[in-house]
């Protein structure tokens, strides 16, 4: 996909409009799930920032991974639209949950495998801000962790950390949301019958007098 991926870069860069729709097809799902990790429902609204920059920045591009230059550029936008909120108190800013670590390797594998599904991309907004942001660069957009770094201004390693208890704090949290909607977990739970009751027959009317 990379080399591919480079092609339709310089082709768009010649102005093929094929090519930069490429680009986009391959990389909108994306952006769109990490952006909304960082504004919510506005999510849609600094994807077109973000694509109206790099449709003209493009030509400027001069190389190396351009999944993170495109996602640097989304960042970008993401963080001046929050500093545009927060100068305006009338409209709420979402407030990101902090959750206790919990879980281990291998269900944060299992987290990484459904990590596409709706409800996983719902969970991941309840992350810390630094493991949401860390676990969408490596598991959504899959940038490695040196590039994935260079986007955020951290050490590769402090990205794989925050990746990894990302991945393991949001399997915990899969594994209760599933424990909390299987049939066992809703069935409703009877009291045990008196042994005394198991052969006891209701007592016969007695006929009336006369």
Known sequence: MTGELNEAVTAAQA????????LYRTLQPGLLR??????????????????LQISRDLPSFTGGEFRAWTVTIARNRAMDHLRRQRRRPSLPVPVQALSELA??????????????TEAALALIATLPPR??????LRAVIGLDAETAGRV??????????????GLRRLAAMMERHDAEDSPAATEEVRP?????DRHRQAPRAEPADG
């Open 131 to 136: 493991e949401a942001e860390a676990v969408l």
């Open 192 to 196: 045990p019958r008196p042994r005394g």
């Open 103 to 116: 879980g281990d390797a291998d269900t944060a594998e299992r987290a990484g495998e459904t990590i596409g």
């Open 34 to 51: 990490y952006l909304t990790a960082l504004v919510g429902a506005d999510a849609e609204d600094v994807a077109s920032e973000t694509w």
């Open 15 to 22: 102005g093929d409009e094929e090519a930069f729709r490429f």
């Open 152 to 165: 955020l201004g951290r050490r590769a390693g402090a990205v794989r950390t925050a990746a990894h208890r």
